[in-house]
């Protein structure tokens, strides 16, 4: 049972590029969630989803788009990134949104 | 959005000590997490209490809600306590907005 995983760890883009990352759970949680961690700050809510094939906007999704095709997997792409976008990136999932979330590692990105 | 503080924002505790934080928020919730970042970056969730009292082991916490407050209590702090714990609510108990505080960041001295 590996939780929640996160693809990659770490990440340097150049300004515009864009990329995928990659949020898995092997729990059969029904809630996953994408936030960002700017240093110094608590953590800010992205994107998420209730179920397979839903998404919605968080409290900063500008920049960013998400899928969720399957249950277990939950995708975060920036499309052009900007050095904005640099910062810690944790995925986690729930039973549902009142129960405690678990917390994937981690994703480290910068944007040059 | 919904306003959290923590106080304080650094704490140095010799081991064995016991410490108090505190997170107030600026609206009702019905959903109130405690979590511990280790120094790896980690996420941890250590208590889901949007009212009332828990505890596990060296650590519990306390919701009043009607006071608009959590308190985490940490006794007889070990080296691995180290960290910054964050406080998150959300209004509602079905609600995916959650809002961080900015953590106290705890450090454990042997």
């Known amino acids: 049972n590996a939780g929640v995983t996160q693809t990659p760890k770490f990440r340097v883009l150049k300004t515009g590029q864009s990329m995928t990352l990659l949020c898995a759970q092997d729990?059969?949680?029904?809630?996953m969630y994408w936030y960002r961690q700017d240093p110094g700050m608590g953590l800010r809510l992205i994107h998420y989803?209730?179920?397979?094939?839903?998404?919605a906007k968080g409290e900063v999704p500008d920049g960013y788009n998400v899928s969720r095709l399957k249950k277990q997997n939950f995708l975060l792409g920036l499309e052009s990134a900007a050095p904005s976008q640099t910062s810690v990136y944790f995925c986690?999932?729930?039973?549902?949104?009142?129960?405690?979330?678990?917390f994937g590692p981690g994703t480290r990105l910068t944007v040059l | 959005g919904i306003q959290v503080e923590q106080s304080p924002p650094d704490l140095i505790l010799q081991e064995g000590a016991n410490s108090t934080l505190r997170c107030n928020f600026s609206?009702?919730?019905?959903?109130l997490q405690w979590f511990h970042q280790n120094p790896w970056g980690q996420l941890i969730n250590l208590f889901y209490?949007?009212?009332g009292t828990k505890q596990n082991g060296r650590l519990s916490a306390t919701t009043v809600a009607t006071e608009r407050y959590s308190l985490l209590y940490i006794s007889s702090s070990q080296t691995t306590d180290s960290g910054v714990y964050f406080c998150?609510?959300?209004?509602?108990?079905?609600?995916?907005?959650?809002?961080f505080g900015t953590g106290t960041s705890l450090t454990v001295i042997p």
């Open positions: 986690a999932s729930s039973i549902w949104s009142g129960t405690g979330k678990y």
């Open positions: 729990m059969n949680h029904e809630y």
């Open positions: 989803s209730v179920g397979e094939g839903t998404t």
């Open positions: 609206d009702s919730v019905n959903n």
């Open positions: 209490i949007p009212s």
């Open positions: 998150a609510v959300a209004r509602s108990n079905t609600g995916n907005q959650f809002y």
